[in-house]
């Protein structure tokens, strides 16, 4: 009977001490639970406002594609004077916030920062001029030039136009025909093209030499040279002026394999003239595609400024 008594007592502590070490653990448990869900809801804030400092600074990227794309002419000839280049900035207010966007024209990357209260996130976009002139762009802030006097034309021959070129892709681009046009400054030459080459770490291509014995224009919407004056055979093809009867002068590359790879970053287009380079207002369409076959071609279209103060 005692022996039974004593079985009795010892399960009843046995049971005792395990509901003791139940109560423990949900109360730590029930501790942790509170713990975190107070640190969440602490955390929360913050969260929110760096959710909204990215949403800014996502609004500061469409802002800067729109503000350049309205400004384009000005942001290739010098894009510090659309958009500043880091440290500074150019800001604007949003949604009670605030965002400030930089453009390094040496990466050609656009920085966006979005500004919630204390909280800052930062978005960048990698060849921004893609987003402003897709496929092929003129280099901001490298502009056009004619070859001679000072500057970068110092020692280039004055019948050449060099026309820095940027492959905004991630991937080649096969250039394989130009149109032209040139608004002349009054007194300027007639102009006429001979040879149309690209320079690339000082290694030069020709991709159109001007054929004497040829038909000048291949396109149907330009009449033969024998009835549109386009052609002189002693000094290349005339380059009309905008919204002439005969259109754009068509430059169709003519040495093989008839098309130019344009490889990522900065090429220098150069166009030759019968006598000195032309002062003007150049408009060039750029005719180009992604592959060798030239499926599905693009069209870039630049214009600039040479010799023109």
């Known amino acids: 009977m005692g022996t039974m008594r004593k079985l009795f007592t010892e399960k009843k502590g046995i049971s005792l001490i395990l509901l003791i070490i139940i109560i423990l653990g949900v109360g730590i448990l029930a501790s942790g639970l509170v713990s975190f869900i107070g ?4 955390g929360y804030p913050l969260e929110v406002k760096s959710y909204q400092a990215l ?3 996502n609004a500061g990227v469409e802002f800067a594609i729109r503000y350049v794309h309205e400004r384009r002419d000005a942001f290739f000839q010098d894009p510090k004077s659309v958009i500043p280049p880091p440290p500074d900035y150019k800001s604007g207010k949003l949604d009670g916030g605030y965002f400030e966007i ?5 990466g050609n990357v656009l920085i966006s920062r979005g500004i919630k209260d204390q909280t800052k996130r930062e978005v960048k976009v990698k060849n921004f001029t893609g987003y402003i002139q897709g496929g092929v762009s003129l280099v901001p802030g490298l502009q056009p030039y004619r070859g001679g006097g000072v500057g970068p034309g110092q020692g280039e021959d004055p019948k050449k136009v060099f026309v820095p070129l940027f492959n905004n892709l991630d991937r080649p681009i096969y250039i394989f025909k130009i149109h032209i046009n040139i608004k002349d400054q009054p007194g300027s030459n007639r102009d006429y093209i001979r040879t149309i ?3 690339k770490e000082g290694i030069e291509t020709i991709v159109y030499s001007y054929p ?3 038909t000048c224009r291949y396109e149907s919407s ?3 040279c024998g009835i549109a004056p386009c052609k002189n055979l002693l000094r290349g093809i005339e380059i009309p002026e905008p919204g002439g009867q005969y259109g754009d002068a068509t430059l169709i590359f003519n040495v093989f394999p008839k098309y130019y790879v344009l490889q990522t970053g900065i090429s220098t287009e150069i166009l030759e003239f019968s006598h000195a380079a032309v002062k003007g207002r150049y408009n060039l369409k750029i005719f180009w595609a992604d592959n060798p076959s030239l499926d599905n071609p693009q069209v870039s279209i630049l214009s600039f400024d040479i010799g023109i103060l």
């Open 197 to 199: 080459a690209f320079r």
């Open 222 to 224: 330009c009449p033969p």
């Open 39 to 42: 640190s969440k809801l602490r």
């Open 212 to 214: 004497p014995d040829q």
């Open 102 to 106: 930089s453009y390094d024209p040496e």
């Open 55 to 57: 949403n800014l600074a």
